[in-house]
Structure formats: C-alpha cells, structure tokens
C-alpha cells in the first residue's frame, strides 16, 4: 500500500526536503493588481518583500482554486499511488482545506483524506514530515492519522511580529489595536490556538522578544528532556533566526528534528517583514490512542466510502 503525501505551499519546508521526499505541493495565490502568482513559483521571496515595501497596493492571497487540487489527485493516483494523504493550512486561515475536499468529494473512488493541521508553515512543516517519515516506513493511514491528530493537539506555534501595520492591511486586527500597538512601539507574540490567530504577549524590543519566545517554549513543555521537534522561521531576519536556533538547540535536550526556514508571501503578506517565530512539539515514542479517541476530528476522508 503506498501513501502518497501532498500539502500546500504554507508548509515552507526546505526545498530539497520537499525535493528528496517526493511531495507535492498545491501553491496558494498572491496578487498584487493585476498581477498573480502561485507561491513558491511565480515570485520568489526577496521579489515579494521588495514589492511589499514599495508597492501602493496591498497584496492579497486566496486558496488554491478546487480544479488544481483534482488535477493534483488524478495525476498521482494514475501513477500507481493507492492513497493520498492531504495536508493543509488551518481552515481558521484559508480556504485550502475546502478547495482541498471539495476536490476529493469529485473522486468518490478514490482513496483520499484530507487533513485540517489546525496550524501553518512550519507547524503544518512539520506534520507533513512526519507523515512522510511514516509513509515511507509502511505505516497504515490510521497509524499516521492517529499520530497528526497527536501532534494537532500538542503542536505549539508562537511568533513574534515588527509591525501591526500588515495584520491591520490585511483585516487580521482591528484600527484601534494596530494604533495603540503602532504608538507604544510594541512587539507582539502571536499565537495559533485552535487554528486561529490569538494575541500571546507583547514587548518593546527584538532582544525581548526573542527571550520571550525561548521562555514561551520552556513554559510549554517545562520538561526539557522531552523528545521535540521543532522549528524556527523568519522573514528576512537571518541573524536573529541563527541566534533563536542556537537558544532553542541550548534550552531543549532530546531534539528528534529540527527545521529551519523562511516564511512565503501568502503568510508573510499578513505579517511582514522581521518575523522571528518558533514551532515546538512533544515527539510521542508511542501513539496515545486513548487521547486521540476523544478529540474531534478535522479530517475528511473518501477512503471508507
């Protein structure tokens, strides 16, 4: 039984992860205009954040439309894959996972589920790496669905921001917060709770806030022998970025993986420019059926149809 693994292009894993593990990925839209990209293909990261800062026109950035993901599903399965697996941006943030099973829904006999992380770029990164490592270990579906439920439910994303003025422009707060945050000079650490955006902290300085996403971390799995993986992402802050992995790779002990990367336009048009952010979660040594047997689910699947 061969699974095969497709997610979208807010995973941001690196690309020759994506290359050697043989995923397909599905891009989001960005337009700016009259102009449209797929992310990770039609602009490049610099290209994007350039046009960001000097464009007039705010970019805005949509799900994949319903007729690529089914091209997507009819070109693997002719390619003697018996299943596919399908990762997804939080439905709380996009539209994929409804492109995504609206797709499947038209190819009632096949065997397709379509997963709802609950989460984005590298806190979906990393789900879609473990169900890779599982598929390519001979895992069954239930098996790696029992294991992304598991980490659905343990996965801890927090990020830190430079400017509200993006998530203002892009309607993801309110005028009133983007002034008082604006004039106070304020750093906010944002958080994805129930794939939703939810204020966590805030600070006045990059310094701060780096110490604070590290204390974060700690508070969240205080015990620092707990096998992890984790993840730390950026928007153009490469020397901060090595500073927070030296911090994360000190404060944790057990680290089964760990990822870095850049965020992409569709994510980084909401936030902008200097986002420092971390993505940590417990790595079970055995799957917690019981735990998993009363969390609701975020799936969709044809494959007992």
Known sequence: MMIKVITDSTTYLPTEFITSHNIEVVPLKVRFGNEVYDEGI????DTFYEKLATESVFPKTSQPPVGEFKLKYEEILNNDNDEVLVLTISSGLS???NSAKTAADMLPKAKITVFDSKSTALGLGLMV???VDMADTGHSMPEIMAR????RQDMHVYFMVDTLEYLYKGGRIGAVSAFIGGLLKFKPILTIDEGVLKPQAKVRTRTKAIKRLINIAQESIPDTNTPVQIAVMHIQSEPDIARLE???RKQFHNIN???TGEIGPVIGAHTGPGLLGICVCPDAYSIDWKAIQHTPSYAHSNATK
């Not at 039609?42 to 990261?45: E, K, P, Q, R």
């Not at 992304?148 to 980490?151: D, G, P, V």
Request: overall charge positive; hydrophobic content about 50%.
């Open 42 to 45: 039609g602009i490049s990261n």
């Open 148 to 151: 992304l439920e598991q980490m």
């Open 257 to 259: 993986r760990f990822v």
């Open 246 to 248: 030296k911090l994360m």
């Open 95 to 97: 539209g994929t996972f």
């Open 129 to 131: 790496a473990t169900a």
